[in-house]
């Protein structure tokens, strides 16, 4: 009769780890990542209006000369929360543009969002129907790009950003970028 008493905390104990786990897994930063097909190629052109002004449009070519990291963020995105700061504190750096591209976003949310939290962005583009992001082959956010000054993508991450991930990924990714000009 006593055993019947603890089998359902035994049970909830059970599931908790369980739950756990499985969080803990899908936080590894490799997961279900996909190489993409865009490293070292052309960036997918694109023509999308700017978020604080929507009469303006910005292209690919218009972002050439200089190497940018395309930032694919949400208001909706949990984990763009959590890279916020990251992003923040890298963009602060100036040591790269750093272009937000705002994804399936109300425009109205997305701007509240930025200034709730702070605006990194040198340029924030908005994709209200996600059709550019097909292109790109965006299936999530957060996710990042770097594309060197011809417009070539060199880099891509899926998921948030870390200081780790800039220091060991990014930036190598970078100098090597700038050093086969």
Not at 23 to 48: H, T
Not at 56 to 71: E, I, M, Y
Not at 130 to 147: M, Q
Request: glycine share 6%; aromatic share 10%; with cysteine.
């Amino acid at each position: 009769m006593k055993t019947s008493r603890w089998l359902p905390l035994a049970a909830f104990f059970a599931l908790a780890v369980l739950l756990a786990a499985g969080v803990w897994m899908s936080r590894k930063p490799d997961r279900d990542a996909l190489p993409s097909p865009l490293i070292g190629k052309p960036a997918p052109a694109f023509a999308l209006p700017v978020l604080h002004e929507p009469q303006r449009t910005v292209t690919l070519a218009d972002l050439k000369g200089q190497p940018f990291l395309l930032n694919v963020w949400g208001s909706w995105c949990v984990e763009c929360r959590i890279e916020h700061p990251v992003l923040t504190r890298f963009a602060e750096s100036r040591r790269l543009r750093v272009i937000g591209y705002n994804w399936k976003d109300e425009p109205a949310d997305a701007l509240r969002w930025l200034e709730q939290f702070g605006n990194p962005f040198w340029l924030v583009l908005a994709d209200v129907e996600g059709r550019s992001a097909i292109d790109w082959g965006i299936y999530g956010a957060p996710e990042t790009f770097l594309v060197d000054r011809n417009g070539v993508v060199q880099w891509k991450h899926v998921g948030p950003l870390s200081d780790e991930i800039i220091a060991k990924e990014l930036m190598p990714a970078l100098q090597k970028s700038e050093g086969s000009r």
